[in-house]
């Protein structure tokens, strides 16, 4: 890993533990987490998975935190299945545009909510990267699954 990888992967780590911690103390900062998703979506408009190439500070701190510490093993064969990770994915949209709705008039609660999704799915990714590769949650998180399915769905139209 070169320094500017190194640099760019120990800001992501910083943001990841700054978001995760500091949304405890601060609900508005799980905030962070919804633009974050938002930026997923208008990468993946112009260049499918470009987000998770270039830019997501979970991928990059998964990768650079657990390195030294993971089994390194790939992931059980058949342990994910298209399906799953749909479902997966399909129960995420359905408790953001739940919760969205549900908390709209209230800036914290929602914060709060953002904070709890992103705890939730990094405590996950750090088992998984624990247990297997540092990046196994990437097998299986829902984002990269919407971007999946927009690109396809961008990529039927044209
Ligand atoms: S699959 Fe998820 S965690 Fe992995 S790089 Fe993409 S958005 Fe980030």
Redesign the pocket.
């Known amino acids: 890993m070169n320094s500017r990888n190194t640099a760019q992967a120990v800001a992501s780590l910083a943001f990841v533990l700054a978001v995760a911690v500091g949304g405890f103390f601060y609900p508005l900062a799980g905030f962070a987490v919804a633009l974050v998703m938002a930026v997923?979506v208008a990468m993946t408009l112009f260049r499918p998975?470009s987000?998770?190439?270039k830019a997501?500070?979970?991928?990059?701190a998964?990768g650079f935190a657990l390195k030294p510490f993971s089994r390194g093993r790939p992931l059980p064969a058949g342990s994910v299945t298209p399906g799953a990770k749909r479902a997966l994915c399909g129960f995420m949209m359905f408790c953001v545009i739940g919760n969205v709705a549900r908390l709209a008039g209230s800036g914290a609660a929602l914060g709060r909510f953002f904070w709890g999704l992103c705890v939730i799915s990094l405590a996950a990714?750090v088992v998984a990267g624990l247990l297997y590769r540092p990046?196994a949650?990437?097998?299986v998180?829902?984002?990269?699954t919407l971007?999946d399915t927009i690109g396809q769905a961008i990529g039927k139209r044209r």
């Open positions: 997923a998975r987000f998770c190439a997501c500070p979970r991928g990059r998964l990714g990046r949650w990437c097998a998180c829902p984002m990269g971007q």
